[in-house]
């Protein structure tokens, strides 16, 4: 089987890490071509610097690009909700420290970020690649719009878009929103429009497939440097998550940006997946960053534009998960 040319799009997070972590513990899967960091769920000089650490830790050598420290158009309007985390440019965006905690439990960096911009890199990569390339976007869009809005032309060169973002039924960072599409909804809606090959991973799947503390502790056992970061990362999730916004079941967490990566090793880890066209609100009003997801065909007018995943076979997930730490 041919190796998957991927660059990931990452605002690392516990859950971001994990999703390099599967691909970089999979690599007769996966050609990992570079890390962007992008704002999210901490600041840039957070995510980057996480980022960083997870990739050392893996003792990988994939490059890593810092991306942009704002959302598109946070601050064009400065009497909308101003799109940029809670306590400043880097401060704690989501307000759950234990999910992610503002720098992850791993050993400060050594390794250097790359001096390219990630946007600037993504496009020069693209165009240069003879291959077309899988983009793995977990964290805002913010990155990936703004290399479109560049350089169209990188549409030709990119095979699919597979996104951790929006949700269908549920929201998490407020009552109808999930926190990417939140962070950044002008970048999700210039993705979404893109007319790119678009496989979206809302939170409907993401929820669906959480690991339970029994099945961490089980598959932490081999003890590799992979399991001490799975057992880390994802022990705090389950506390945090408690503590949040509990799953159907105790003593379990999402993992939401894993899940990306799960579906290119093994698609049937999806187990309902719908061609649905999606919007996004990015008003400024209540509803600000919610998607709009036509799963019931209410505009006939308005084509697909993504397959949308629903629910995720939640063992194959954890045995993804499992056969990563090995
Ligand atoms: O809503 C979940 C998403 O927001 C995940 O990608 C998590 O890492 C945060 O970025
Ligand atoms: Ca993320």
């Known amino acids: 089987m041919d190796k998957r040319k991927v660059i990931f799009d990452v605002d690392t997070g516990s859950d971001d890490a994990i999703a390099m972590m599967v691909a970089i513990q999979n ?4 050609d990992i071509l570079g890390m962007c960091s992008v704002n999210g769920n901490r600041g840039i000089d957070y995510t980057t610097e996480n980022t960083l650490r ?3 830790w893996l003792g990988s050598d994939v490059p890593v690009f810092r991306g942009c420290a704002l959302p598109y158009a946070s601050t064009l309007d400065p009497w909308r909700r101003p799109r940029i985390p809670y306590g400043g440019a880097n401060g704690c965006a989501s307000g759950q420290s234990s999910i992610h905690g503002d720098l992850l439990d791993l050993p400060e960096a050594t390794i250097k970020e790359q001096d390219k911009s990630a946007v600037m890199w993504l496009i020069e990569t693209l165009l240069a690649s003879e291959d077309r390339i899988t983009l793995i976007p977990v964290g805002p869009l913010t990155n990936i719009a703004h290399a479109l809005r560049i350089e169209p032309r990188i549409k030709e060169k990119i095979e699919e878009v597979v996104i951790m973002g929006a949700a269908y039924h549920v929201g998490n960072i407020t009552a109808t929103s999930e926190f990417n599409w939140w962070i950044d909804p002008e970048a999700a809606k210039i993705v979404m429009d893109s007319g790119l090959n678009i496989t979206l991973v809302p939170l409907d799947a993401t929820h669906s497939a959480y690991v339970k ?4 502790r089980e598959m932490c056992k081999s003890g590799t440097r992979a399991a001490q970061m799975m057992e880390k990362l994802v022990s705090g999730r389950i506390k945090g998550y408690g503590a949040w ?3 159907e079941e105790e003593d ?3 993992i939401h940006d894993a899940l990306c990566t799960a579906y290119l090793i093994d698609p049937t880890v999806i187990d309902d997946m719908r061609e649905v066209w999606v919007d996004v609100d990015f008003s400024g009003g209540p509803a600000d960053g919610m ?3 036509d799963v019931e065909k209410r505009h006939p007018d308005k084509k697909p ?4 995943a629903l629910h995720a076979d939640r063992e194959k997930f954890v045995k993804i ?3 990563a730490c090995k």
């Open 54 to 56: 997870t990739v050392e």
């Open 321 to 323: 998960l499992a056969d």
């Open 305 to 308: 534009n993504c397959r949308l």
């Open 213 to 216: 503390g029994s099945e961490l």
């Open 27 to 30: 690599p007769d899967r996966f």
């Open 245 to 247: 916004q509990p799953m």
């Open 252 to 254: 379990a967490a999402p």
């Open 291 to 293: 998607s709009i997801c």
